[in-house]
């Protein structure tokens, strides 16, 4: 009669454990957020959050237009982390060469990164250049 119990009871706790153990194993989902993206004093300034992992590696790409006039633009690579960059030039923060901007530029990120099954997913940020 106690085996009766007994190993029913074994059985669901060790059932139990072992989805705990599944979950811990299956990998956790990879995101990236854009937090922010701010242009000031001469400076741009961006924000990311990453959930699923400590860094996420990404492709980014920047332009910066003038009404229908392409200014500068670039890409690359990087890794990103939760928090936010270094204050950037224009020049740095775009990957090339970048006159002096005005009120009324626009600014346009794009950063692509893959996730755990191998998705790739698009994010973009846009601002206005209110003060040069």
């Known amino acids: 009669m106690k085996d009766l119990i ?3 009871v074994i059985g669901v706790i060790m ?33 990311h959050r990453v959930t ?35 204050r950037m030039t224009p020049t740095v923060w775009a990957g090339s060469e970048c006159p002096e901007l005005q009120a009324g530029d626009v600014a346009e990120a794009t950063w692509e990164y893959v996730d755990e099954n191998n998705v790739r997913h698009r994010i973009s940020a846009t601002i206005e250049i209110d003060t040069p």
Do not use: K
């Open 6 to 8: 007994f190993y029913p």
């Open 15 to 47: 059932l139990a454990s072992g989805a705990e153990v599944l979950d811990a194993l299956r990998p956790q989902h990879i995101s990236m957020t854009a937090v922010a993206l701010e242009y000031e004093d001469g400076r741009f300034f961006q924000e």
């Open 52 to 86: 699923g992992a400590d860094r996420l590696r990404a492709e980014w790409a920047a332009r910066i237009t003038r009404g229908d006039e392409y200014l500068c633009g670039g890409g690359g690579a990087g890794t990103y982390a939760n928090g936010g960059s270094a």
